[in-house]
């Protein structure tokens, strides 16, 4: 039961969303929101806080202070609505090793509820976009890391949720699967689910429909590429980000 | 239930790849039933014994010949002095030291007492209590022999007849006793370890998080965990239950279904030791070790290896909350007593509580969202 | 620092960081001694014990009485059949019955004997025995001070280095062998599996490290953790627990330390075996724990089992130490006694880490 219907407009919104360790902030009041079907860059250093956040958002950790609403649902008393409505992909490789891919396919889609059927014809469209269905019967750890992160996203897909995060998702790949990783991206929002990706590499942020950039656990800018560039008088994102990161002040 | 089951198939396809794992589980405790059943015993077999007869008269003879020919004892020494027989307990060669006095057969004839000194070593306590009941056994024994022989019996005397007789076991076979209780410690040991092990090991490896973030009950994760140990954990039993019947012959007075029953609730109850471990470690290695801890007290305190009965008040009271001792108990009784259910109904409801608590406890603690 | 002891550094760190593992590395031996010291018994105590007079005369309800004073039995019961005896048995309420004969005492100035049975509860064959001779002896004496019997042989009993049969006195050197066996064994082998199954054992091999060096880092810095567990244990055990320690202590320390490093070995040589921690812990468990505890002495005289286990009691390292430990701090004895188990035990040292030595570096050719 989702309060104010103008709020549905949007897949993601945070308001005041705070995390504190003890003293320390990891994450400082932040205020934003995405739009469906966005292609949404939540960028930043390490340690500047975008894991806390994501965390957050996908009901991993609560929040100090402050709120958010995921799909339409409030992510400190409906978190369990959250997690049927979002697809997540970790930071940390976080399939099943020890399992085929069909296996691994069959667990996640039995734990949404997909049926046995559904289950084999997604997995089946999945891994022929692949190009991978000679290997749906090979063990995980027998796969190059590049094919196990798509298909990690296509995992994260199989239940068709509005909205996907990803955390870091090209962390590790080279650059032809970076590319052909963000196409899969597109394919996702072109077919209407919102994309709520975190990474560091500031070039993908030209990929992206609005990016924001974090530093010491507030946001700092948002807006298309575009915007950003403008507004901070850089030519590309990168060197946006550069003007923005200051050192921090012992 | 899809989703349950989707788990539950995950956990045994991971369990049956891990071939080393599945082997061992199964296999260790088999072999270690069929060596370490035969060790677990205090019956002694020709403890070395140090004879000091002062007389040396054919009574002595006789005296020393009886604890000759018993199989309990093994002569390796006569000395003449008690000195030099005690240095045979000191460079170990000997544990026991028999002092026959000077004046033996003129006691025997003439009806006063004397004092036959037993040197025992106390270096091995439950030894040194079956060498002084056996020794003691044997010179009474030689006593009534020597009583039935000697004439006239002086007027008044008589001696008593004690005949020791043992229900449920007759022959004091210590393997009734430990086959079935060392199975049990197996089959707990392995259960709980490795299911305490296998949900750490989702957390160091990050697989969790992904679980974490989908909309999966508690209790269909933790069933799902549990589940694969649980029926591992009867299979083991029952498999260890066949040899224990096939090798050793140990009685099964009472109701198999009975058993299985119990041991279904006591698995439970074990299982979710290990449960709530892992919900408080964040590494294999320390969840092994804290259910090793917690483990270890529990089977020590079970009274398998020493009797509950024995231990002081305090202790007793602690056992109480150990779901071990319950079903050891329960396995004595019914497999070595026939007992029924009316008799164990009380244990098994007490383990089908703490096996709730357990439980309850450990999902509740278990969080999907960290705090 | 070389290398070498960069990476000792980096072990004993490691150890210190993890509270909790420390924590029951430290605080089970002392739980464990302190179930020992006061919980663990095979004394007597309270054992409930029916007595059934067939008769009812006098004669029998002193000697209840004089059963039930020793503090070792009580009564538990009014019993007046065998029939109830039985029950009693079979629900666990008694675990012995004394049965008197209907015609005691009467027959008492008769040639011949008065005869009691006995049936205890043989379910536990442990308590059984005692429970029964125990009652057997108290009987007979209390027949012999009641001045109605012929004075048969009577035999003075005294037990040497352990008068009192404190079960600690003789637990204490088992518990030893234990915890430093399972702690060092256990602990090397799935620290190193660990490093395994995180990938960082190859960025190991690949250092300047060499083998042998890799083995001797880990063993170092475990080492010096079970020798601190060691030495808390001993003095605890000596000064709270009250257990002598009669022989020399720096043979003791010898024989300790010799013993803690072939456990160690052992534990490095299990990891080499194992890809998983779990595997680790399994073969450390299976192979060390319940033959430990059964094979070595502990609990179990190794005279009492069949010759082929006797045989193979021989193979784990603590039954050897357990040997030599308990005569050292029991009885005093010296190198001319303890040569033997100290020579197997330092052979078994040098074999397992040659052993070990040689699969790391099979696993480096792989």
Not at chain 2, 159 to 167: D, G, K, M, P, T
Not at chain 3, 37 to 59: C, K, T
Not at chain 3, 75 to 103: F, N
Request: charge should be neutral.
């Amino acid at each position: 039961m989702t309060s104010n219907s103008a709020q549905d407009l949007y897949a993601i919104q945070a308001v005041d969303l705070t995390r504190k360790f003890g003293h320390f902030v990891a994450v400082d009041h932040i205020n934003f929101h995405v739009e469906k079907g966005e292609v949404f860059g939540f960028l930043g250093a390490n340690g500047a806080g975008k894991t806390t956040a994501i965390r957050m958002l996908i009901g991993l950790l609560r929040a100090s202070e402050g709120t958010a609403k995921v799909a339409g649902f409030d992510i400190h008393t409906e978190t369990e609505r959250v997690k049927s409505s979002i697809g997540y992909m970790s930071q940390r490789f976080s399939l099943y090793e020890d399992l085929t891919v069909l296996e691994n396919f069959e667990l996640y889609g039995g734990i949404y509820g997909l049926s046995r059927s559904d289950v084999r014809e997604k997995s089946s469209s999945a891994l022929a976009r692949l190009g991978l269905e000679s290997h749906k019967k090979s063990i995980l750890s027998s796969l190059p890391l590049g094919w196990k992160q798509k298909l990690a996203f296509m995992v994260a897909q199989l239940h068709n949720p509005p909205i996907v995060f990803l955390d870091e998702p090209t962390g590790g790949v080279d650059p032809i699967t970076r590319r052909q990783f963000w196409e899969m991206i597109y394919e996702a929002a072109a077919g209407g689910t919102t994309i709520f990706v975190t990474t560091h590499y500031m070039d993908e942020a030209e990929y992206c429909d609005r990016v924001s950039i974090m530093n010491a656990g507030r946001i700092e800018v948002m807006g298309t590429p575009g915007e950003i560039k403008e507004m901070l008088g850089a030519k590309s994102i990168d060197e946006a980000f550069v003007r923005i990161a200051r050192p921090v002040e012992d | 239930m899809t989703t349950f089951l989707a788990l539950l198939r995950k956990e045994f396809i991971q369990i049956i790849r891990n071939r080393p794992i599945l082997v061992m589980m199964i296999g260790l405790p088999i072999v270690q039933l069929l060596i370490l059943a035969h060790a677990a015993t205090f019956e002694l077999r020709s403890v070395e014994m140090i004879v000091v007869d002062q007389e040396r008269s054919a009574e002595s003879r006789r005296l020393v010949q009886s604890f000759a020919s018993g199989g309990f004892f093994s002569i390796v020494g006569h000395e003449d002095n008690v000195d030099m027989a005690l240095g045979y307990i000191e460079s170990s060669e000997a544990m026991f030291v028999l002092v026959i006095p000077p004046d033996l057969s003129k006691s025997v004839q003439s009806g006063l007492p004397t004092k036959l000194q037993l040197l025992i070593s106390g270096e091995d306590g439950v030894r040194a209590g079956l060498i002084q009941a056996y020794a003691n056994g044997i010179i009474q024994l030689q006593a009534r022999s020597y009583l039935l022989e000697s004439m006239p019996v002086p007027k008044g005397a008589s001696s008593i007849e004690i005949r020791e007789l043992f229900a449920y076991n007759p022959e004091l076979d210590y393997k009734f006793f430990m086959v079935p209780g060392i199975l049990v410690l197996l089959v707990t040991l392995v259960g709980s370890l490795l299911s305490a092990m296998n949900i750490v090991r989702e957390k160091e490896i990050g697989t969790i998080e992904q679980l974490n973030v989908t909309p999966i009950r508690r209790w269909q994760f933790i069933s799902a965990k549990l589940f694969p140990f649980w029926i591992i954990g009867l299979v083991e039993l029952a498999f260890g239950l066949a040899i224990a019947k096939l090798v050793f012959n140990i009685p099964m007075m009472g109701s198999l279904l009975l058993v299985f029953m119990a041991a279904a609730v006591y698995l439970l109850a074990v299982l979710s030791i290990g449960l709530l471990v892992s919900t408080v470690t964040n590494t294999q290695q320390q969840a092994m070790f804290i259910a090793w801890f917690i483990l270890v007290i529990f089977i020590l305190m079970s009274g398998l290896f020493t009797p509950i009965q024995s231990m002081p008040e305090w202790a007793q009271m602690v056992t109480r909350l150990n779901p071990v001792s319950y079903f050891i108990e329960i396995m004595r009784r019914v497999l070595l007593k026939g007992a029924g259910w009316m008799s164990i109904q009380g244990l098994v409801f007490a383990l089908a509580v703490y096996a709730s608590i357990m439980l309850s406890i450990a999902v509740w603690r278990y969080r999907k969202v960290a705090a | 620092m070389g290398s070498l002891g960069s990476f000792i550094m980096k072990e004993v760190r490691h150890i210190l960081r993890d509270k909790r593992t420390l924590l029951i590395l430290f605080g089970m031996p002392i739980a464990q001694l302190v179930l020992f010291g006061y919980a663990i018994r095979n004394e007597l105590n309270d054992v409930p014990i029916a007595v059934v007079y067939l008769s009812g005369s006098e004669e029998v309800s002193k000697l209840s009485n004089h059963l039930t004073a020793s503090g070792y039995f009580t009564l538990a019961g009014v019993y007046r059949t065998e029939a109830e005896v039985w029950d009693g048995l079979e629900s666990g309420e008694i675990k012995a019955a004394v049965l008197v004969e209907p015609d005691y005492p009467s027959n008492l100035n008769e040639p011949g004997s008065a005869r009691f049975q006995i049936i205890t509860d043989g379910s536990d064959p442990n308590m059984a025995q005692t429970v029964s001779s125990q009652l057997s002896a108290m009987i007979r004496a209390w027949h012999q001070s009641s001045g109605a019997s012929f004075p048969t042989l009577q035999t003075e009993v005294r037990l040497l280095y352990n008068p009192e049969m404190k079960s600690v006195y003789l637990f204490v050197p088992g518990l030893m062998a234990f915890i430093l066996m399972l702690v060092s064994a256990l602990m090397t082998s799935i620290s190193v599996a660990r490093e395994k199954e995180m990938g960082t054992m190859e960025l190991l091999l690949v250092s300047p490290l060499k083998p042998i060096e890799i083995i001797i880092g880990k063993v170092a810095a475990y080492i010096m953790l079970a020798g601190v567990n060691a030495l808390t244990v001993t003095l605890i055990a000596v000064y709270v627990f009250g257990v002598p320690f009669r022989g020399s202590f720096v043979l003791f320390s010898l024989l300790t330390i010799v013993y803690i490093v072939t456990s160690l070995a052992l534990g490095v040589l299990i990891s080499t075996k194992s890809n998983t921690q779990q595997t680790a812990m399994m073969i450390s468990l299976g192979a060390l724990l319940l033959p430990v505890i059964l094979l070595s002495g502990f609990i179990f005289p190794i005279k009492s089992m069949p010759d082929i286990l006797q045989m193979l009691a021989q193979v784990p390292p603590a039954k050897w130490y357990l040997e030599a430990a308990r005569s050292i701090m029991l009885k005093g004895a010296g190198l001319n006694v303890v040569w033997v188990p100290l020579v197997v035990l330092t052979g078994m040292m040098f074999a397992f880490i040659v052993l070990a030595w040689k699969n790391l570096k099979e696993h480096l050719d792989l």
